[in-house]
Every structure is written in C-alpha cells, then in structure tokens.
C-alpha cells in the first residue's frame, strides 16, 4: 500500500512539473513580445547637423503595451530616455498617439500601442561632437499585456549606434522608409 501512495504521489508530481513546464513554454517573457530596432535618418551624421533616432517597436500579435498617455495612473508608460555623451544634444521624445481598445478586464478603454509603433527622438551632434563611430545609450521601458494577462515591466538598454564626420556634404540621408525624404 505505501508503494502505492508513493507511486502516486510521485507520478502526480511528475504530472504537475510536466504541465508547470507546458504552461511556463507558452506565456513569454516582455523581451519576446517587443523587438526593438534602432535607426538614425543620417549616416554619416555631421557636427552640427541635426537629425533623428528612432526607435520602431515591432509588438507580437495579440500584445499592446501600454501607450505614453496613459489611461489609468497605475499603468505604466511606454518611456524611452537617451544619456547622452558629450558632444551629442537631444530634445523631447515623440510618441505616436495610441489607439483606444476595450480589453475584459478594464471598465475604460485603454490607450495603447499594437503591432508596429516608431518612438522618434531629435539629435544634434554639436561641433565638439567626437568623429567616428559613436553610441548613445537608449533606456526603452514598457510593460507588455494581452487580452488575458500583462507581463512584468520591461526596461532594455539599447545602443543607437552613430557615425559621425566633419564635414556637413559628407552627411547622407539613411532609413528614408521610416524618415520619409529629407
């Protein structure tokens, strides 16, 4: 008999790490929901010259984020942050305006981002600006939800990675699919 009690409690445990592992495999991670690409409309950027990064988050269907206007004040924002080196200014990130959706679980409609969304942030490279290949460290937070359940916040450090030159005729106009023509 307490072979059998054993035998049965091992193979109940055995069962539930089984569909645990199933059920673990299906929900993914903030990371696997949002890919992010960094692009710059110049390359090479000059000193002085002005010029975008944008940042084109590409969400998995049946996903939202969150958008930057938030409709509840316990949600949390789409943010992005640069730390800009020397050489290098910005200005005010743009956000694309979300789309309101119902989701079961929300009285109101909840301001977010679906499927492809681009966050634009303006940079000059000042005349100080050091030449070559250049980084400036990106700060992309979000948090993830579906129809069912929101996955913990995300924040990824990413590289916006530039190539700056002296001279202002050597700047070329890059990504025009997502810049459009300068």
């Known amino acids: ?4 009690t054993t035998f049965s409690l091992v193979s109940a445990l055995a069962i539930c ?3 645990s592992h199933v059920t673990s495999a299906q929900v993914p991670s903030g990371r696997e929901v949002v890919k992010p690409e960094i692009y710059a409309s110049l390359d090479p950027a000059a000193r002085g010259s002005s010029f975008q990064i944008a940042v084109v988050m590409k969400i998995r269907p049946g996903f939202h984020v969150n958008a930057r206007e938030k409709s509840e004040d316990y949600l949390i924002a789409t943010d992005l942050k640069a730390a800009l080196p ?5 200005g005010d990130v743009s956000y694309p305006k979300g789309k309101l959706e119902k989701f079961a ?3 109101i409609p909840l301001n ?5 969304v681009i966050l634009r942030m303006p940079v000059t490279a000042l005349a100080t600006a050091p030449l070559g290949k250049q980084q400036i460290p990106l700060k992309l937070r ?5 129809s069912e359940l929101c996955l913990p916040p995300v924040t990824l450090t990413l590289d916006a990675a530039l190539n700056i030159v002296a001279s202002a005729s ?5 990504h025009t699919e997502i810049f459009g023509k300068q």
Not at 86 to 90: D, Q, T
Not at 112 to 116: A, G, I
Not at 142 to 146: F, L, N, V
């Open 86 to 90: 020397a050489g290098f200014n910005s």
């Open 170 to 174: 050597a700047a070329k106009p890059a």
């Open 112 to 116: 977010v981002y679906q499927d492809t």
């Open 105 to 107: 679980f929300s009285k």
């Open 17 to 19: 790490a089984a569909l």
């Open 142 to 146: 979000y948090q993830a939800c579906s």
């Open 1 to 4: 008999m307490k072979f059998r």
